[in-house]
């Protein structure tokens, strides 16, 4: 079946520019987890969804990341004025209870 | 959501050998999940182990889990060049999640 998938693969950006990354989950997950992967890096969690309830977003680094979810379906992760240090490869993942299915990330470069 | 630690954080071992990394965490589990990431995309599962277990074996995977003091390992029997990635844990916990550094481990053939 479908696994988790990611858009776009990958993303050049200009300083102060603003960019929306997608996450399709698996159909039927009710987990939702955005991470951050700096180059050589571990991970970083970002912001949590599980079904209806308020998203875990203490692990958003600003003001300027936000992330919402659709139902039980698509997310997107907005970063608002792109900084360099924004650049990283995105990863979200899927859960129906605790395995997660990884998604391939979007590669962000902000030039 | 917490960080655990692994240790070590890089590993380098002759194709053949075992390989074992540890990974501690803080707080009470449900359960703890080992990873591997490959060139730095997408994670995938390798296996689970819940808190009232003590050992459970994958193929050439066994994971140990020991409670009292919060610590975990993974150990990969018989390595292969193949095998070489970074490995994650993961633990779930009272709704949180904390998850390690990772291991580099290298395979050297």
């Known amino acids: 079946g479908a696994g988790v998938s990611q858009s776009p693969s990958n993303k050049v950006t200009e300083k102060g520019k603003d960019v929306e990354l997608r996450c399709d989950p698996i159909?039927?997950?009710?987990?939702l987890y955005w991470y951050r992967q700096r180059l050589g890096q571990g991970l970083e969690f970002l912001i949590y969804f599980q079904g209806n309830s308020a998203p875990d977003k203490s692990g958003l680094p600003s003001d300027r990341f936000s992330a919402e979810r659709t139902g039980e379906s698509v997310s997107t992760l907005t970063i608002q004025r792109t900084q360099q240090e924004d650049s990283a490869v995105y990863l979200c993942a899927s859960s129906l209870v605790w395995k997660q299915f990884f998604g391939p990330g979007t590669r962000l470069t902000v030039l | 959501s917490q960080q655990g630690e692994e240790d070590p954080q890089a590993l380098s071992i002759q194709e053949g050998e075992n390989a074992t990394m540890n990974c501690s965490y803080k707080t009470s589990i449900n359960n703890l999940q080992w990873y591997r990431q490959n060139s730095g995309r997408g994670l995938v599962h390798l296996i689970l182990?819940?808190?009232?277990?003590r050992e459970k074996h994958s193929g050439r995977l066994r994971v140990t889990l020991d409670t009292s003091k919060k610590s975990s390992s993974l150990l990969i029997t018989a390595s292969r060049a193949a095998d070489t990635a970074s490995y994650f844990c993961f633990s779930f916990g009272n709704e949180k999640l904390t998850f390690g550094t990772g291991t580099r481990l290298t395979i050297i053939p």
């Open positions: 182990i819940r808190s009232n277990e």
């Open positions: 159909s039927g997950h009710t987990a």
